[in-house]
């Protein structure tokens, strides 16, 4: 990555494999590959996630004052034994050390080769947690290392000091990455080229890479620390502004067939429909058939909470561009949405003599001008032939998924690509979309999650944004309740009335949470959670989603309802089997549905009156907020029951937040704030580092970088005078993928 190219193959730099180093070996170097760290360089790049501050060191005297605290020690051993404890089963190593102002003892557990490697007169430097013993106060497996003598100003690695804690896995433990990662840092952080443009380093008085490397894993001060930090914080996002700017540079040179708005026809289709539309709703069609008008592609992102009416918008944006010659695809997340939306626009369209197709896995349907209903045998064509009027041109507006963009599929004039719920839509798939290599289709996606300023300013910083935020009028408010334990039983029979009326119920399982890294330190084992810095394998994530919808489903059906319809669904299942499900919940065959949160939810069901969500805490405020979206799709009376056992303070503010707010946007920015950026929807997939995520919630940091991309790239949109940055920002993109 930043490194010179070595004359000699045999020599060790900064790129070569952890193995090939005596110290690691093959079996480390699979442990750390855990981590995603391969070569010398990715060790010195595996950043801390916390800090000890063990630099103050005391007089074992003073050890009095501080029961319960964490302290640093430095002493001569006046004894130190091994022994074994039957009753307890283990080892117990203790040592007698003293300094010049009295004795203490030390104790550790299972750790017999201390005794083996320190012997009477040694010093040693300790930092543990003081305890109280029945013999006195004692220091309870303190982190320790050799010292030459004592008061010296001798360089210490874990005790004595700021010393850094890793996230962890089995085997590989913040006290032998300090043991390995130190050695390295004297032998090559010189080597590490700074990435940064100088002249940004400069005016942003940023440490050099070199030095702030060294501060991040061993810091003089906590400052000096939180300045290496915020310089790499300060490049992951740079990074991420270079990479959409360049992108959006990149489509700037494109051209797009332009879709002049006629006044008239968009008036004659708001006066087609059955509501008024919000003035929200207004003001994004407006933005939008504003931007079909230029041969600029559109990049335009339609945000707005789940029922704000997305898909009218979408639908005249598709009308106009159909009206100027041209061809429509709308892609939906998942085939039962991409049904939904087929039967959502045909209705819509019916009196617009306008074609219109959707595709599926199984078959291939056309509907045109409400001749025919959209579920009826007589609009079923081959497939064969709806690929055909694609291509010739016959078919206006083509619905479906994402084997809409297939190599096989053709469009004869496409102009506008419509994408619901998955925000990113590269330029490397509109390009395909078109023969015509000069042209891409304009591009609407739209999305119910609310996204902060910051994301918007660096993820999203490629789109244009248009916000519905205003509700159509007359929907009920979803009535939110906070279900503790002991009120479950009241839950479950208010359910059971409900049902016994006709209504429908969401279940939704708690989400599995994916496996945390544990960042301990080698001091009494006090380890707290941190966020973590590697997806767990989605697969094994969704295989154990699946148990928890089957064990929720045994309960309930067994247990609780055992009078009532319930089904599970969940992500393992076939479309078909999932959609047939959906179809009879709908249409009242089904009274519960125990699902995963993972499966589809976007499917309207009006007769779903309540949404019921176990461990509720373990969720994003958002994605409560989306499942609840889910109830209140009619003039019905909605309710959403968050069941949650945890006593946690702070679960309990966030889960209050949803009963009192109904605005996406509101518990996007709270969670946010509560969370951190890690709890938005999707950020975890992005496969951002750490340090990135930390700057996504800090707005001026955002506001600079951007800044100073634009400024870099002005001067030099191909980078081509920054080497060590385009190889980065290369590196950058293979990593990561917004969606
Ligand atoms: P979403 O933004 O979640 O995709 P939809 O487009 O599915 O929302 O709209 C939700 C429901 O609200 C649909 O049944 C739609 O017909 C209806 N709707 C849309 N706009 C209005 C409006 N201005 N007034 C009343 N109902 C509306
Ligand atoms: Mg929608």
Not at 221 to 247: G, H, M, P, T, Y
Not at 324 to 342: C, D, R, W, Y
Not at 671 to 689: A, F, H, K, M, V
């Amino acid at each position: 990555m930043l490194v010179r190219i070595q004359p000699r193959a045999h020599m060790i730099s900064l790129s070569t494999p952890v193995e090939e180093l005596p110290k690691i070996g093959t079996a480390y170097a699979k442990k750390l590959k855990k981590f995603g760290i391969k070569t010398i360089q990715d060790l010195l790049f595996y950043f801390p996630a916390r800090y000890d501050d063990f630099s103050e060191i005391i007089k074992v005297r003073d050890i009095r004052q501080k029961l319960g605290q964490t302290v640093c020690v430095q002493g001569r051993i006046a004894d130190i034994e091994s022994s074994h404890t039957f009753k307890k089963w283990m080892d117990l190593t203790e040592a007698l050390v003293e300094d010049d102002s009295g004795q203490t003892k030390a104790i550790w557990f299972n750790q017999p080769y201390l005794a083996k490697s320190f012997k009477e007169d040694d010093f040693i430097s300790l930092a543990g947690k003081v305890s109280l013993g029945k013999e006195g106060l004692y220091l309870a497996s303190p982190a320790y290392e050799r010292i030459n003598e004592i008061g010296e100003n001798e360089e210490l690695t874990h005790t004595g000091r700021i010393v850094p804690v890793y996230s962890e896995t089995r085997g590989v433990t913040s006290r032998w990455l300090r043991y390995v990662i130190k050695p390295l840092l004297y032998r090559f952080s010189e080597q590490i080229q700074e990435s940064l443009p100088e002249e940004i380093v400069k005016k942003y008085k940023f440490l050099p890479i070199q030095e702030a490397v060294w501060q991040l894993h061993f810091p003089e001060s906590f400052e000096a620390a939180d300045a290496a930090k915020a310089r790499f914080s300060f490049e992951e996002l740079f990074l991420i502004q270079l990479n959409v700017l360049k992108e959006k540079a990149r489509l700037m040179l494109k051209k797009a067939p332009a879709c002049p708005m006629d006044a008239n026809l968009m008036k004659n289709f708001t006066d087609s429909l059955p509501f008024k539309l919000t003035d929200s709703q207004r003001k994004c069609a407006f933005q939008i058939l504003k931007d079909l008008e230029k041969t600029v592609p559109m990049s335009r992102l339609l945000e707005g909470d789940v029922g704000s009416g997305k898909t009218v918008v979408a639908t005249m944006a598709a009308l106009s561009t159909v009206k100027n010659g041209h061809q429509v695809a709308f892609m939906a997340p998942t085939e039962i949405l991409a049904k939904q939306h087929f039967k959502t626009v045909t209705q819509l369209l019916k009196n617009f003599d306008v074609k219109i197709g959707l595709m599926t896995g199984k078959d291939a349907r056309i509907t045109h001008a409400g001749l025919v209903s959209d579920t009826s045998p007589a609009c079923v064509i081959s497939k064969k032939s709806f690929l055909g009027d694609l291509e010739n041109g016959q078919l206006d507006i083509a619905i479906g998924t994402h084997s809409l963009i297939q190599k096989n599929v053709e469009f004869k004039d496409l102009a506008l690509v419509v994408v619901d719920e998955q925000h990113r839509f590269g330029v490397e798939q509109r390009d395909h979309l078109i023969k015509d290599k000069k042209l891409v289709p304009h591009l609407l996606s739209m999305t119910a999650t609310p996204i902060p300023r910051t994301l918007a300013l660096t993820v999203y910083g490629d789109l244009d944004l248009s916000l519905i935020d205003e509700m159509p009028k007359d929907r009920k408010k979803i009535k939110t309740i906070i279900v503790p334990p002991s009120q479950r039983k009241e839950a479950y029979d208010f359910i059971e009335k409900e049902v016994k009326e006709g209504k429908g119920v969401f279940v939704i399982c708690p989400k599995i949470e994916s496996k945390k890294t544990i960042a301990t330190s080698d001091v009494a084992m006090t380890g707290s959670f941190v966020p973590q810095n590697y997806p767990a394998s989605l697969a094994s994530l969704a295989t154990m989603e699946v148990k928890a919808v089957k064990d929720e489903y045994e309960r309930l059906s067994s247990k609780i309802f055992p009078d009532l319809r319930i089904t599970m669904l969940h992500g393992k299942m076939k479309p078909a089997e999932k959609e047939k499900i959906m179809i009879d919940f709908r249409n009242g065959e089904i009274d519960i549905l125990v699902s995963t949160s993972v499966v589809e939810v976007g499917v309207d069901v009006p007769r779903a009156t309540i949404m019921m969500i176990e461990g509720a805490e373990r969720f994003g405020l958002s994605q409560l907020h989306q499942f609840r979206g889910r109830v209140g799709r009619s003039d019905l009376q909605s309710y959403c029951f968050l069941f949650t056992t945890s006593p946690d303070q702070l679960d309990r503010k966030r889960l209050k937040a949803l009963v009192e707010s109904n605005n996406g946007f509101e518990l996007a920015q709270k969670d946010l704030e509560i969370r951190g950026p890690g709890s938005l929807y999707g950020t975890q997939q992005w496969g951002l580092p750490d340090m990135a995520m930390q700057g996504l919630s800090n707005i001026f940091l955002v506001e600079k970088t951007r800044t100073a991309a634009k400024e870099i790239l002005e001067k030099d949109p191909e980078l081509k005078n920054y080497p060590q940055l385009q190889e980065r920002l290369k590196n950058f993109q293979k990593r990561i993928h917004f969606e």
